[in-house]
Nanobody, 121 residues
Framework: QVQLVESGGGLVQPGGSLRLSCAASGSIASIYDMGWYRQAPGKQRELVAR???????NYADSSKGRFTISRDNAKNTVYLQMNSLKPEDTAVYYC???????????????WGQGTQVIVSS
């Protein structure tokens, strides 16, 4: 009943930009932390950026200075603005959120299905 819907992935040249969006929908009471993770072939999933409900942000070292995470609580949406993209940014990017369903005080962690980002000339 709760799902995360991602958009904005695709193919971009090195140095280019992309903005990923992830909208939560369903029977939602509250959304707490939201974040972006990525997984490249043969590698473990890793944190890209995370944002708390109060706005505090956390970035991986590889993301700092290039990526910006933000959220629109009214739209239940989290964004990832990616600038100065590098080939090593190529990965499947996953949206993640801690969400309490309607009628519940306990949040559950949810994952999106992932969106492919390819940085190549």
């Amino acid at each position: 009943q709760v799902q995360l819907v991602e958009s904005g992935g695709g193919l971009v040249q090195p140095g280019g930009s992309l903005r990923l969006s992830c909208a939560a929908s369903g029977s939602i009471a509250s959304i707490y932390d939201m974040g972006w993770y990525r997984q490249a072939p043969g590698k473990q999933r890793e944190l890209v950026a995370r944002i708390r409900s109060g706005g505090t942000r956390n970035y991986a070292d590889s993301s700092k200075g290039r990526f910006t995470i933000s959220r629109d609580n009214a739209k239940n949406t989290v964004y990832l603005q990616m600038n100065s993209l590098k080939p090593e940014d190529t990965a499947v990017y996953y949206c993640n959120a801690d969400i309490a369903r309607t009628g519940s005080y306990s949040p559950t962690n949810y994952w999106g299905q992932g969106t492919q980002v390819i940085v190549s000339s």
